[in-house]
C-alpha cells in the first residue's frame, strides 16, 4: 500500500514543493525515512510512533519506508513529522487519504500534541504558488500562514483533533487571515540629541536613501547616541518589503503567532567579537547572518576598528551585491542583504585626533596604523562620511529641545514614497541604482557635470565613489522634491565625501 502527501521544504529561504511517499509492505518490522534527511528529520520516526499511540491511532507493525520526494533535495527540520505521520496513517487506512491539494506542516510531540515549526512564512508562499488549496499547520504558526494570503490555513493542535477532521468526524475551523494592526513601538528619539546638526542631516539623507554612513569623532560626542536613535526616522516599510523580511525571520524562528509579521525596519548591532558566520550567514546548516538579518534595515557596527579586518572584508561583496551566497558541499544558499551599513569609530587611538583643543598625543603613524584596520575598499562602499565633533557647551548647557524624530521621519516618508513610485514598491531604493537606473534619474545639467568634474580631478574618487556621489545627490533632491539634481544637491552630495581619511 502507498500513500503520499504533500509538504513543504526549504532551502535558504525559498520554500519548495515536497511529498511524503509512505509504503507498507510485509516482511520485519522497521521504519525508515529515506530522501536525504537531516538528523532532525530522521529522528522523526520516534515522534511519530509515540505521537500515533498517544492519540489512540493504530500505527501498523509492519515494513514502513518513507521517501521525501525530490529525493535530491536535502531535507532538514522538525515540520516534516506531521506529513510523514499523516502518510503513514493513510497507508494502513487509521485516516481518510487528504486530497492532494492540501499541504502538512509541523512537529509532532511524543503526547501527540503538534508544536509550532520555523520557516512557515516562505513555505505558505511557495505553497501558494505550487496551487496548493488547504494548508494545515501548528497552530501557532498559522497566523504567519495565513500571510501569504493563498491557500486557506487550518490550525492543528493535536494529531488526535486532525485526524478525526481527516476522518470527516469533526469540521476543522479555518484561521481568520491575520491583519496588522498599527503599533506604537517606543523607540529612542532624535530630541534628546543637543546639537549635531549636520550629523542628524546626514543621517536623515541616509535614512531617506539607504546610504552607508561612517560616522567619526572623539569619545562621548554621541556617535553611538545618533545610531541608536536612527530606527526612528526610518522610513515606514511597504507590505512587499515587509514580508520579505518576515521570510528571514520566519526562517530564523523568530516570528510569533501574536506577531508574525515584521512591520519595523530591523536594527542590528552586532558585537565586535562577531564571527564570520555570525556577521554574513553560513555554519554547516546555512543560517542567515546579521547582514541578512538587517535586510531592509541598519546594521549598525559600532567601535569599527575593533572588529577583525578579515570579517569586515566578507562584507564587501554582500554590501554591493545586496545577497550573500553560501557554498556548501550540500548545495548553495541565497540570503538578501540588502542593508543599510552605519558605522562609528574614533578618529585615533586615544580619540582625540583633529580635536581643536589638541590633546591627541598619537603619533602619524599610530594614527595611520589605527585607520589602516579599515580597508580601503570598505571606506569605498561608504556614502556619507561625518565628523562628529565634540559638543559645544552652549547647546549642552540651553538643554533646548530638538527636532523630534516624528517631524524627520515625515520628510523621510516623503522622499522614499517618490522612489518607491519611480522604482515600484518592491523597495527597491536610491542606494541601489544600478546603470540604467542611473542613467534614467540622475542626469546632470552643465552646472553639475563641471562640479562633478572638479571633484573627481581634486578628490581622487574612484569610479565607485563616482556613482555613490550621484546617488547621494538623488537622494538629496528627492528630500527636496525636485525633480531633477541641481548643483546644491551634489555639493552636498561631495561634501560628505570630502571628509580626509588618510588611506583613502
Ligand atoms: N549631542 C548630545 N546631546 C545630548 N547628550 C549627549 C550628546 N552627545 C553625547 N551625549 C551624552 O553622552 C553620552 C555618551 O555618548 P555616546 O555613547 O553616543 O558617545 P560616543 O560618541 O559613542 O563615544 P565613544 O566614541 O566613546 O563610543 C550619551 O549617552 C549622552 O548622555
Ligand atoms: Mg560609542
Ligand atoms: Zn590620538
Known sequence: ????????????????????????????????????????????????????????????VSRITVNLAPANLKKAGTHYDLPILISILCACGSVRRPKNTTAFLGEVGLDGSVRPVSGVLPMALAAKNEGIQCLMVPAENAPEATLARGPKVIPVHTVQELAAGLNGETVLPEAPVW?????????????????????????????????????????????????????????????????????????????????????????????????????AGGGSNPRPGEISMAHKGVLFLDELPEFKKDTLDIMRQPLEDGKVTISRVSGTVTYPAECMLVCAMNPCKCGWYGDPSGRCRCSDSAVDSYR??????????????????????????????????????????????????????????????????????????????????????????????????????????DLEGSETIEPQHIAEAIQYRAVNLGNR
Open 372 to 477: 589602516s584596520r579599515i580597508s580601503g575598499p570598505m571606506l569605498d562602499r561608504i556614502d556619507i562620511v561625518v565628523e562628529v565633533p565634540a559638543v559645544h557647551f552652549e547647546d549642552l548647557r540651553s538643554r533646548a529641545e530638538a527636532e523630534p524624530s516624528a517631524a524627520v521621519k515625515k520628510r523621510v516618508n516623503s522622499a522614499r514614497d517618490l522612489q518607491n513610485k519611480r522604482f515600484g514598491s518592491g523597495g527597491m531604493c536610491n542606494a541601489r541604482m544600478g546603470p540604467d537606473e542611473m542613467r534614467r534619474y540622475c542626469e546632470l545639467s552643465g552646472e553639475c557635470a563641471e562640479l562633478m568634474k572638479n571633484a573627481f580631478e581634486t578628490m581622487g574618487l574612484t569610479a565607485r565613489s563616482y556613482d555613490r556621489i550621484l546617488k547621494v545627490a538623488r537622494t538629496v533632491a
Open 179 to 279: 491583519e496588522p494592526s498599527p503599533e506604537a513601538a517606543q523607540m529612542l528619539d532624535f530630541k534628546d540629541v543637543l546639537g549635531q546638526e549636520n550629523v542628524k542631516r546626514a543621517l536623515e539623507v541616509a535614512a531617506a536613501g539607504s546610504h552607508n554612513v561612517l560616522l567619526i569623532g572623539p569619545p562621548g560626542s554621541g556617535k553611538s547616541m545618533l545610531s541608536k536613535r536612527l530606527p526612528s526616522i526610518l522610513p515606514d516599510m511597504t507590505w512587499e518589503e515587509s514580508l520579505e523580511v518576515s521570510q528571514i525571520y520566519s526562517v530564523m524562528g523568530l516570528l510569533t503567532s501574536k506577531k508574525p509579521l515584521v512591520m519595523t525596519r530591523p536594527f542590528r548591532s552586532p558585537h565586535h567579537t562577531v564571527s564570520n558566520a555570525g556577521l
Open 1 to 60: 500500500m502507498i500513500c503520499s502527501v504533500q509538504t513543504l521544504g526549504i532551502t535558504g529561504i525559498q520554500g519548495k514543493a515536497v511529498t511524503a511517499e509512505c509504503y507498507i509492505s510485509n516482511g520485519l518490522p522497521g521504519f525508515d525515512i529515506v530522501g536525504l534527511p537531516d538528523a532532525a528529520v530522521k529522528e522523526a520516526r520516534e515522534r511519530v510512533r509515540a505521537a500515533a499511540k498517544s492519540s489512540g491511532l493504530a500505527f501498523p
